[in-house]
């Protein structure tokens, strides 16, 4: 008798971003035209897909902050890009190309990109907060509530001191060191899987929490109290960026979903369902009227030129950002 012919394996993506960060219906609308089945991993911290990724966690397609790429790049962690299968690539904004963390956009493709601001209950406040160093106000004690990301939590920190985010200024570092403890102890931090920070804010148990226009937008649909600011000291800008792990063995399967983001109707929908904001120009005249004119979600010139953007750490200043975190991780319940 004949040998079987064996049944050939179904084609399917592997992607991992941050939980809720991915609407069903792009992957939906990719998978009917393609075939291609699409599972999609929520994570909750950068750290936790990169301890999976280490561990041998399969991936095809992952979404990381610009921070950690050039990283990615030296551990040989990521594969380079082949732009003949990205053609809507050309849809991207020149602000979002060759950027310094990726020259010449080898590793990686811009996915979302937004400022980092603070989201108030203005209605429980003594005295309003416009700035990062209003955090040290006592009435705010206890009230404070932060996402538990490492270098997100050390930001805040060193921004409320007056400090770059991206010092490397060992005075700088020690003070931040130095007032961790106290600043730890006043703040509250975000379940596990918790996909924003509304319900802490809807219900008062917090009255600040530090938060991106995606929360913003959902508290606000329940709440006329809540208010997004960006802190006068300047935004900390982040940018989302897709990358191939070099172990997939489907990254031209991952380069036909990255294109297939890339279309103007694919890319407003994300915008439209996230409320963050696009890299690609060719989207803009299809999002929501009312979020390409929020200066929150695409902000003015004068915004970013007082923001920065996370950038990689030398591995000295690395393990010094890491002491501070492990301040905050003890103060944590």
């Known amino acids: 008798m004949p040998a079987p012919t064996p049944t050939p394996e179904p084609r399917k993506l592997t992607i991992t971003g941050w939980t809720g960060y991915m609407p069903q219906e792009l992957l939906d609308a990719f998978s009917a035209e393609t075939g291609i089945a699409v599972e999609y991993i929520g994570y909750d911290t950068p750290e936790e897909v990169l301890a999976a990724w280490e561990q041998g966690a399969a991936y095809d397609l992952v979404i990381i902050g ?4 050039s990283g990615l790049v030296s551990d040989k962690k990521i594969a380079s ?25 080898r590793y990686s493709v811009v996915y979302q990109w937004g400022t980092t601001g603070l989201l ?53 570092l020690a003070t931040a060191l130095e007032r961790a403890p106290d600043f730890a102890r006043r703040l509250g931090w975000v379940g596990e899987g918790v996909d924003t920070v509304t319900q802490y804010l809807v219900s008062g148990e917090y009255a600040v929490a530090l938060g991106w226009t995606y929360d913003a937008l959902d508290a606000q649909r329940q709440s006329n109290n809540i208010a997004y600011i960006l802190p006068g000291e300047g935004t900390i800008l982040w940018v989302d960026c897709f990358v191939l792990p070099a172990t997939s063995t489907r ?7 990255i294109d297939f983001f890339l279309r103007p109707e694919m890319s407003a929908l994300v915008t439209n369902q996230l409320g963050v904001a696009t890299a690609n120009d060719a989207a803009r005249p299809l999002i929501d009227t009312a979020l390409r004119n929020n200066q ?28 501070i975190w492990n301040v905050f991780r003890a103060a944590q319940p």
């Open 120 to 172: 108030i209950r203005t209605d429980l406040l003594e005295r309003p907060i416009m700035r990062w160093s209003d955090l040290w106000d006592p009435a705010l004690d206890g009230k404070i509530l932060l996402w538990p990301i490492p270098r997100d939590a050390v930001s805040v920190l060193l921004k409320s001191l007056g400090f770059s985010v991206n010092t490397t200024n060992p005075a700088h």
């Open 66 to 69: 610009n921070q950690f790429i």
């Open 251 to 257: 990254q031209a399967l991952a380069e036909q979903f």
């Open 81 to 105: 890009i082949n732009y003949a299968n990205i053609p809507n690539a050309r849809n991207l904004s020149a602000n979002f190309r060759d950027l310094a963390f990726d020259p010449g956009n």
């Open 296 to 323: 929150a979600i695409f902000p003015e010139l004068a915004v970013l030129q007082r923001a920065e953007l996370e950038m990689p750490l030398d591995p000295v200043t690395q393990a010094r950002y890491d002491e």
